[in-house]
Antibody, heavy 123, light 110 residues
């Protein structure tokens, strides 16, 4: 079964750093891009950026560029989303999602999605 | 990058059909075939139901269909069922090599 399993919920203070993870299984991890999507409480989906696990090439949404960073560890089939200094407004559920196969469907759809990681930032 | 425009809510009775619109620009919806739709039940992760404007992934009911005209994409759900009650999001590839989602539409089955 192809699946993405994310790390557990986090509670942090403003200014702290954080890295959450997304482990892929049931497929060739380096063969499919991974995107990250934010969902603030009661709000819609926002695309943050994507990474190609084969070479760590990234594209970021202008809304998130410079505030988060994406990385991967091929050896353990895991993608990461990282903050160096959290803000209260980062409180949200974060999903990772696998892109469809390249080259023809790189941007076609996301499937599967991880179960989501709730990040709460509060003083 | 502004979110694609969707109606905040739609409703319908069991057995009826509903359509959700998704309006963008020539730099996203209007310019590419990479429009997809996602269903999200409360407290769950999104699930793809339409990709490349009008294609259904394996296992998705044929009651779901998609189309596009110009800068507006549409999702139609026919034969509404109680289990269809959920939030629906469109998304599109953009000319900036990013992805933009719609604001989401809450479907209520009366």
């Amino acid at each position: 079964e192809v699946q993405l399993v994310q790390s557990g919920a986090e509670v942090k203070k403003p200014g702290e750093s954080l890295r959450i993870s997304c482990r892929g299984s049931g497929y060739s991890f380096i063969g499919y891009w991974i995107s990250w999507v934010r969902q603030m409480p009661g709000k819609g989906l926002e695309w943050m950026g994507r990474i190609d696990p084969s070479d760590s090439y990234t594209d970021y949404s202008p809304s998130f560029q410079g505030h988060v960073s994406l990385s991967v560890d091929q050896s353990i089939s895991t993608a990461y989303l990282q903050w160096s200094s959290l803000k209260a407004s980062d409180t949200a559920t974060y999903y990772c999602a696998r892109h469809a196969a390249c080259p023809n469907h790189c941007w076609s759809w996301f499937d599967p999605w991880g179960q989501g990681t709730l990040v709460t930032v509060s003083s | 990058q502004s979110a694609l425009t969707q109606p905040a809510s739609v409703s319908g009775s069991p057995g009826q059909s509903i359509t959700i619109s998704c309006t963008g620009t020539g730099s996203d919806v209007g310019g590419y075939k990479y429009v997809s739709w996602y269903q999200q039940h409360a407290g769950k992760a999104p699930k793809v139901i339409i990709y490349d404007v009008s294609n259904r992934p394996s296992g998705v009911s044929n009651r779901f269909s998609g189309s596009k005209a110009g800068i507006t994409a549409s999702l139609t759900i026919s034969g509404l069922q109680a289990e269809d009650e959920a939030d629906y999001y469109c998304s599109s590839f953009t000319s900036s090599y990013t992805v933009v989602f719609g604001g989401g539409t809450k479907l209520t089955v009366l």
